[in-house]
């Protein structure tokens, strides 16, 4: 009897921490939705009428809601043209084309309502009613009816270039896992499929005037020309245009593999495996390199319609330029004085042929420059500030950073970056009762330059100074190097230490600092790792109150805020591989499109989960996105025959290292390259663990009124699940006794969370003693094991915070 209790109260446990938020189940959110009581019940037959003409396309979309109402409810609707007054569905559409290849005749705009007697959907474009199918969709759900809510809905995106980055170079992926992702962005009413087709690791784009690429430097897997126009359709179809990508002048070496004679430096190449950031550069200085262009881009314009080119153009190394003594020749003849000023030339070259061959010009941060025109888009990979400075500059732009869905972080970091930059941080006139305190940072990385910068606190100081005062902080910011001002929710301050977290181009980070005189020391908890901190206060002048300098950003108005285009959610694919990609991109990559699409002012992070996780299910069903699948498949693979059960219970205790902390680690320990097997039990795991995120929403809760309640009950009932499970786990450890270590530590984190538990439920409180000792529990769990983190560490970690110390 209480194994049964035990079962139906952790059976139920998701469904009462994910209460429902009050809105329908729909991502992204449209901008305006009206409900209704009661319900439109539709039959299997669809009535319907158009305003406007039916075109070959409006069939095909239609045919392809059809298909999808199927997959969701089993039900087989047939469409039926009628006249207006018997119809059962209204569509209205002015142009009834497919999506065009310029982005500025873009329309996604449309109109939904559901009555008691029928559908009525109207636009100005197909595009827009493919978006209002979408929609219309998600309100039919999969609950095996054809009853349909009734609601008005006014919608459009709020960013027109809302793109998918896909790639194909590091791991290649076949169509078929291709065209899933297109069927899920459609889903997500993106708009842009970003195809990586070239990159150090491989060229996967079929040539006829230059076939070496893909025989030579492709390892054989590269997509054809018939693949690719098949693709292009495919996505037109479901109202999605394909940017394909060609890196030039770096991210060249399998140019250089087929082509040496057109590199800075002689050679010889071969086939890299490597990951990371190579030498290997075209040469600028020889004009058959713009031949190789011209010819390039006349067969991709051939094959994708739409009117952008993405050129890359980051992270080139000019060791190879520097080197070249006929490149430093050409510069010196042309006037130009640095290696920035070469790629500039070279991208003007670029940006003329573009031109001949009816086509614009993207590429990342590095291509801006002045000498280059402001109808060139601007691709941040650097941040907010890079955004900022190009439309600062005139330049149109789009921003990455903070959507790379192959560094695994919670859903809610990506919800909250916005592709429009905050406003500069300024402080200014101190007050007299004001004082500043500044602290210089480093955190060393296993891969790359230690992460550094300063961090301020600003105190206010009340009373009368003769008498005695209490002093508050009341201000914090922050200034990584490099980047500009941010300010910092304070959490817990005192002349001893201070806890403080930010959101960065890391992930969110928690600093938590001990201050030792004029020595800093402690640790950030980037996303779920930890890194080292040390520091030391930076001696100013008191009287003065100076802030340290920061990186200048322009303040934006609404005219250079008009310049930002949207954002685009990336899959680089270092640790992704054809068994992993949904597992990595969904339900995540559905968070990221809502910010693209809905208000801004659209924020509860709480709602954003429910409807996700509501929407991940209907996909699966809908488009067959796999991301649960292919998860059970690589647990199932780890327990061999063993039940998969007890894995899939063991992994609610853990996560993947957020941020680059995986790459960091292969590199640092192993060979950080292809080479690299994606087959352990952290390639299994999703970036979020959401069960636990659901567990510590309820712990959160209670802690805020402790008492012996059903939230008391199913949180005691899941600790005693996972502790219990630990044994069930061991014919599982007998295939993978690497994982002993995560299973020692997650039942140390497991028994302390059930101490500390009851210990509060009593009112008893803590020693420092006992609370020190928990702490180095916490930051043991948190330290990388198998590219691992034990994430319950953060509900142990909420437990503890809830006590007070004796």
């Not at 670029?350 to 086509?359: N, P």
């Not at 940072?441 to 600003?458: A, C, D, N, S």
Request: charged share 20%.
């Amino acid at each position: 009897m209480k194994r049964c209790l035990l079962f139906i109260v952790v059976a139920l446990f998701p469904l009462l921490a994910t209460a429902n938020s009050g809105q329908l189940a729909l991502v992204p959110y449209p901008q305006s939705v009206v409900e209704q009581q009661g319900q439109l019940v539709m039959n299997e037959q669809w009535l319907f009428a158009a305003d406007g003409k039916v075109t070959k396309d409006l069939n095909v979309t239609l045919d392809l809601f059809a298909d999808r109402v199927k997959a969701q409810t089993g039900k087989t609707i047939r469409w039926k043209k009628t006249s207006e007054k018997k119809s059962r569905v209204l569509i209205r559409i002015k142009n009834a084309a497919p999506l065009s290849s310029s982005v500025a005749q873009w329309d996604e705009s449309y109109q939904l309502t559901v009555n008691a007697d029928r559908i009525e959907l109207s636009a100005a474009q197909l595009a827009g009613a493919q978006r209002g199918l979408e929609t219309l969709l998600q309100l039919i759900g999969t609950n095996g009816q054809l009853a349909i809510p009734l609601v008005t809905i006014n919608d459009f995106p709020r960013f027109k270039w809302r793109g998918l980055l896909l790639d194909t170079s590091r791991h290649f992926f076949s169509v078929d896992t291709i065209k899933r992702q297109i069927d899920a962005m459609a889903v997500a009413k993106y708009n842009i499929f970003h195809w990586h087709l070239t990159d150090d690791q491989g060229w996967r784009f079929e040539s006829k005037r230059y076939p070496k690429l893909h025989t030579l430097a492709s390892d054989g897997e590269y997509y054809t020309r018939a693949q690719m126009r098949d693709v292009v359709a495919y996505a037109r179809a479901r109202g999605i245009q394909v940017l394909p990508e060609i890196d030039m002048p770096g991210h060249a070496s399998a140019i250089a593999v087929a082509y040496p004679e057109l590199m800075s430096a002689p050679g010889p190449y071969a086939m890299e495996y490597r990951w990371g950031v190579h030498k290997p550069t075209l040469n600028p200085a020889n004009e058959n390199v713009y031949k190789f262009a011209d010819a390039i881009f006349k067969e991709v314009a051939d094959i994708f319609p739409f009117e952008y080119i993405h050129i890359g153009g980051d992270e080139v190394d000019p060791e190879h330029w520097n080197t070249n003594p006929s490149i430093q020749a050409f510069m010196k003849a042309e006037g130009l004085k640095n290696h920035r000023a070469l790629q500039a030339y070279f991208n003007q070259r670029l940006q003329a042929l573009l031109e001949k061959h009816q086509r614009k010009m993207i590429g990342w941060d590095e291509i801006q420059h002045p000498d280059l025109p402001n109808n060139i888009v601007i691709h941040s990979w650097r941040g907010p500030d890079g955004v900022s400075d190009a439309v600062s500059h005139g330049f149109q732009s789009v921003l990455s950073t903070g959507y790379y869905l192959d560094q695994p972080q919670a859903a809610a970091y990506h919800y909250r970056n916005d592709p429009i930059p905050s406003a500069p941080v300024v402080i200014e006139n101190i007050s007299a009762n004001e004082t500043i305190t500044t602290w210089r940072f480093e955190m060393p990385r296993k891969r790359g330059k230690p992460v550094t910068g300063t961090f301020t606190l600003i105190k206010s100081r009340s009373g009368d100074k003769n008498i005695g005062s209490d002093e508050k902080t009341i201000h914090g910011v922050i200034d990584f190097t490099g980047k500009s001002r941010r300010d910092v929710l304070l959490k817990n301050i005192s002349d001893a230490g201070a806890r403080f977290s930010v959101d960065t181009w890391m992930g969110p980070v928690e600093f938590y600092v001990n201050f030792l005189g004029n020595k800093l020391q402690g640790r950030a908890l980037v996303g779920n790792t930890p890194y080292s901190v040390s520091g030391e206060k930076v001696v100013t002048d008191v009287a003065q109150k100076q802030l340290p300098k920061t990186e200048s950003v322009a303040h934006l108005g609404a005219q250079q805020e008009a310049l930002v285009l949207g954002g685009e959610a990336a899959l680089w694919a270092e640790i992704v591989n054809e068994q992993s990609i949904d597992v990595r991109l969904w339900p995540r990559a559905f968070v990221v499109a809502e910010r693209l699409w809905s208000a801004r002012e659209l924020q509860d992070e709480n709602s954003m989960y429910v409807r996700v996780n509501s929407i991940a299910l209907l996909a699966e069903k809908s488009v067959g996105l796999q991301h649960r699948l292919q998860q059970d498949r690589a647990l199932q693979t780890l327990a061999g025959k063993n039940n998969i059960a007890p894995v899939k219970i063991f992994a609610e205790l853990l996560e993947p290292a957020h941020y680059y902390h995986r790459q960091h680690e292969k590199s640092a320990y192993e060979t950080y390259s292809k080479q690299d097997p994606l087959n352990r039990l952290v390639d299994a795991l999703p970036a979020e663990n959401e069960n636990l995120r659901q567990f510590n929403q309820r712990l959160s809760r209670w802690l805020a009124n402790p008492q012996n309640n059903a939230d008391y009950a199913a949180l005691n009932a899941q600790l005693q699940l996972w502790k219990n499970n630990l044994d069930n786990l061991k014919p599982v450890l007998l295939l993978n006794p690497q994982w002993q270590s995560l299973v020692e530590k997650s039942n140390s984190v497991v028994d302390s969370s059930m101490r500390l538990l009851a210990l509060r439920m009593s009112g008893a409180g803590l020693s420092a003693a006992e609370r020190a000792q928990v702490e180095a529990l916490i930051w043991q769990a948190r330290t990388l094991d198998q590219e691992l983190v034990i994430a319950a560490a953060v509900s142990l970690e909420l437990i503890l915070d809830s006590f007070t110390t004796f």
